[in-house]
């Protein structure tokens, strides 16, 4: 009985609270729509049934790889073995505390926390309105838009440390964050929740303003096609799309995956695109730039490994 069989079969009689999809296309699970199958996805019902899977997992030497609402990150065409952990099904609460405080799980969408700011007058958050990933995925990741940033309005996030199996609450300051990076990707933690603090403001003025930023975001933004959000991060001094546009690559394309025609930081499946596709046009577009710009653009799309 390999590894893999004995932790379902274990997960199975300890914890029913935690579904279990074995053979599970991660192209389902992803907004670019690519991906073979994994060994297991794990869906935990709550908070409480994701610290006892981690907990179990430990016990048996596995560490899981933890997913949001897979907005930029992409799997591997030939699948992978590892043990999944789908967070945005059962995470989602989201509570007002006093002083405008907002406390929300990490598998809550980025867009219904930036609502709930909406529904209690409270402004910081409208940036966020049209962002797809999860609160989670956006704290790991710093994410951020026309000019705000997670960053700026958090005050401390809840995690699982996943050596010792204890919970703590970290302050902003002991995040590490910096331009989409933050202390949480070096995979030792696991996000739980995150604070945010946000100001009063006119519920008007705040619905306006997101409705703006939105419109903004279709209009520039290929929204009508699957994409894993911007493909390189924004180089020092620079901007990726401006730099791709410059180098005639708009619309160049890999298989099925494309250069958007109508924002060239994007890189879209066209309907049949593969993880390999992506990943040779992420190198084409890479090696171009740096030869005609000598600049050297990082990717912001995560490509996980078989």
Excluded: W
């Amino acid at each position: 009985m390999d590894k893999n069989t004995t932790i379902i079969n274990t997960i199975k009689q300890t914890l029913p609270s935690v579904t279990l999809l074995e053979n599970e296309p991660m192209k389902n699970h992803c907004s670019f729509r690519s991906g073979g199958p994994v060994g297991v996805l794990a869906l935990p019902a709550d908070e409480a049934s994701l610290l006892s899977l981690c907990a179990l997992l430990k016990e048996n030497g596995i560490t899981p790889y933890l997913l949001g609402n897979g907005t930029n990150v992409v799997f591997p065409d030939e699948g992978a073995e590892n043990l999944f952990v789908l967070c945005t099904g059962a995470m989602q609460s989201v509570r007002l505390l006093p002083g405008g405080e907002i406390s929300a799980s990490a598998g809550l969408p980025l867009s219904r926390l930036a609502a709930f700011a909406l529904e209690h007058s409270l402004t910081g958050l409208e940036f966020a309105s049209g962002i797809p990933g999860s609160v989670g995925g956006g704290v790991l990741m710093n994410a951020g838009a026309y000019g705000g940033e997670l960053k700026d309005v958090i005050t401390s996030v809840r995690c699982l440390d996943l050596a010792d199996g204890t919970i703590h609450t970290l302050p902003a300051s002991a995040c590490a964050f910096g331009y989409r990076q933050s202390r949480f990707q070096n995979g030792g933690n696991i996000i739980l929740s995150a604070n945010v603090l946000l100001a009063p403001g006119e519920k008007e003025q705040i619905a306006a303003r997101m409705k703006e930023l939105n419109q903004r975001r279709r209009d520039k933004q290929p929204l009508d096609l699957p994409s894993a959000g911007s493909a390189f991060r924004r180089p020092e001094g620079y901007f990726a799309a401006a730099l791709i546009e410059e180098c005639g690559l708009k619309g160049t394309s890999v298989g099925g995956a494309q250069v958007s025609e109508k924002h060239a930081g994007f890189i879209v499946n066209t309907g049949n695109a593969t993880t390999e596709d992506l990943r040779r046009l992420l190198t084409l577009v890479h090696d171009e730039v740096l030869r005609q710009k000598q600049v050297s653009l990082q990717p912001e799309i995560i490509l996980v490994r078989p």
